[in-house]
């Protein structure tokens, strides 16, 4: 946190207590001042809402606020509440909030000095500013910070490849939800600040989005504000050296649609430390993971950037194939007789038609036995797209059309039309079906439906839901 000295500032003693340092930050109406405590001659910062020009009562509304909520708060990441009172003298006017001072710089400010942050580094701070979220998304009512971004993290004895000591600070924009709440004030830093808190709505899922925002900033070096936007989404990942699954992680972050982000603070720290040396994929370790049915044709391909997933036809007595059969081939046989109903000089013409149905019947059909034997579903994922293809003899077809590996949203096993248990790719409004039953050409057992699942989830760092 830079600072600056006030001139001729020293002698100034507030409440006959505070004797003022440094000025640490002014902006309308506030200023956050370095004082001594001369009772217990701590350090302690000061942060006055001066009445003036620039006074609003929704200012001393929020002030009031920040105050309750840190002396209800006790966090040893969190600034601690000392003193309130009314301030008159002939230099200020206005009311003074006293909270602990802590010794660090801001993210911010050490970002603009040049310091960089590793993968391992962003993430441990992560780890760090979730677990203060959990106390404050835990409180009865839940605490929302509403304005977390790089100014108000605060870094301090960085040693080796720890990042740190991390606290968060400024609760000047802090809302408690309650059951009746009419707090419709927009709040927070543009490129933080998720949809839902344009209308004045603040959940917990809130401060996800900006924490993410924050950590987007961190691994690009570009201010979310200043990154382009699909359909309100960042679009980071084309300026982002990360593991794909950390890129992942930080997309369901900064979802845009509140019900599709992380829900909270424990979910995300969870997801989070799933996703462990993911740059190291080969097999799961672990005992209890489902395993490859030992008589399963599927084949998986994976390594760190890129996954394959190759599913082969039940072959020619497929259920698919039996029920084409009985539903094509009496109607192959009925064809050739269709002219014996027509009439007159339409005939030829009924026998012309009647002869091209036949034939792209018949052509449909074989169709049909050659995927059942030889064809093949493809599903594949790298660090840019995901698509499902279908193959025979080289021709390939997608369906359905390819995403952006960033669009992928959510895992989920359910059940199909059929009632068959099938598991489901979500990626955007788009869904990427591995199926079971046999009336499919390509279908998955159930127990290779479980060894799959288990596999894109720790591939993807991803849980799975169920509908």
Known sequence: MTSQELPDSNQEILLERYQVQQELGKKAGRRSLLTRDLQTLELVVVKILSFGNEFEWNDLKLFEREAETLKALSHPAIPGYLDYFELDSPNSRGFALVQSYIPAQSLEAQLKAGRSFSEEEVKELAKAILEILKYLHGRQPPVIHRDIKPSNILLTNRSGNSVGEVYLVDFGSVQTIAR???????????????????????IPASDLYSLGAT???????????????????????QVANINPTFSSWLRRM??????????????????LNKLGNTSQIPTIQSNFSPQKPPDSKIVLTKNANFLEIIILPRGFLSQRTIM??????PIILFIPVLPIFAEGNIINLASLASLILFLSLIILLFIYILIGVFGKKKLCINQQKIAIIYELFGIKR????????????????SKDTYNQPCFTIW???????????????????????DWLAHELSDWLGLPITRE
């Open 398 to 413: 997608f369906h359905p059309s390819p995403s952006l590996r960033q669009d992928i949203l959510r895992l989920e096993r």
């Open 324 to 329: 084409n059969l009985i539903l094509f081939i």
């Open 254 to 271: 900064t979802e845009p649609i509140a019900s599709k982000r992380l829900t909270s603070a424990e979910d995300a720290l969870q997801a």
């Open 427 to 449: 990626a955007g409004i788009k869904k990427y079906d591995i199926l079971s039953g046999e009336f499919y050409f390509f279908p998955a057992t159930p127990p290779e439906l």
């Open 215 to 237: 950590l987007i900033y961190l691994v690009t070096g570009q201010d979310p504000a200043d990154l382009p936007q699909t359909d309100l989404r960042l679009e980071f990942e």
């Open 180 to 202: 009746r709440s009419s707090t419709i004030i927009v709040m927070g830093t543009y490129g933080y600040v998720p949809p839902e808190q344009f209308n004045g709505r603040a």
